[in-house]
Nanobody, 112 residues
């Protein structure tokens, strides 16, 4: 059974940092690129970042470039999203995704 499980969300003050994790199981994790998406209340789900199978290639949305870093550890079947300099506009549920599979999401709230 394919599963993606996100963790690491929470409440953080503006300017703060969080690191999200996405653990995959039930498939050969190292064979697939992984995407991070987010969905804010009342908005459509949007792409945040993606990482290639080896981690050597990454893509970022313009809104997070220079602040977020995506990486992966295939030995741990895990993809990370390091988020720095967070703003209230980053408040959303964050999901990891590959092919047709979504995780359950983890809530990130940026507020003072």
């Amino acid at each position: 059974q394919v599963q993606l499980v996100e963790s690491g969300g929470g409440l953080v003050q503006p300017g703060g940092s969080l690191r999200l994790s996405c653990v995959g199981s039930g498939f050969t994790f190292s064979n697939y690129p992984i995407w991070w998406y987010r969905q804010a209340p009342g908005k459509e789900r949007e792409l945040v970042a993606s990482v290639s199978v080896t981690g050597s290639s990454t893509i970022y949305a313009d809104s997070v470039k220079g602040r977020f870093t995506v990486s992966r550890d295939n030995a741990k079947n895990t993809v990370y999203l390091q988020m720095n300099s967070l703003t209230p506009e980053d408040t959303a549920v964050y999901y990891c995704y590959f092919i047709d599979y979504w995780g359950q999401g983890t809530q990130v709230t940026v507020s003072s």
